[in-house]
């Protein structure tokens, strides 16, 4: 992964509703959400959150489909997960605690 694409999806979530956005696509998991949905259980006005969700899809951490009337938001699962590898690759210098440090960050979840 390059690091403009790190830098770009970071910038995406270094925003609160961006935030709050990404994160509750993430718990809504493959089904993802309508924006009618997103915007009811977060708070945020439809033309704020619009913005919102054009800028974590061009970051490439969100999907956007149409399904007949309705556009359907995911989480980028793929694109979180490199994002995620690029900011621990070198974790522990190599050492076998980055083994240990990913299993603990696991059991927190």
Known sequence: MEQNEVIKAL?????PVRLQVFRAL???GGDGLTPGVLSETLGVPA????FHLKELVNAGLV???RIS????YR????????VLSFLTENCCQGAAC?????????NKC
């Open 11 to 15: 910038a995406a979530l270094a925003q």
């Open 26 to 28: 993430v718990v809504a």
């Open 47 to 50: 033309n704020t959150l619009s």
């Open 63 to 65: 999907t956007q489909e």
């Open 69 to 72: 009337r309705n556009l359907i």
């Open 75 to 82: 989480a980028a699962y793929e694109q979180m997960n490199r």
């Open 98 to 106: 980055a083994v240990e440090l990913q299993t603990d960050i696991c």
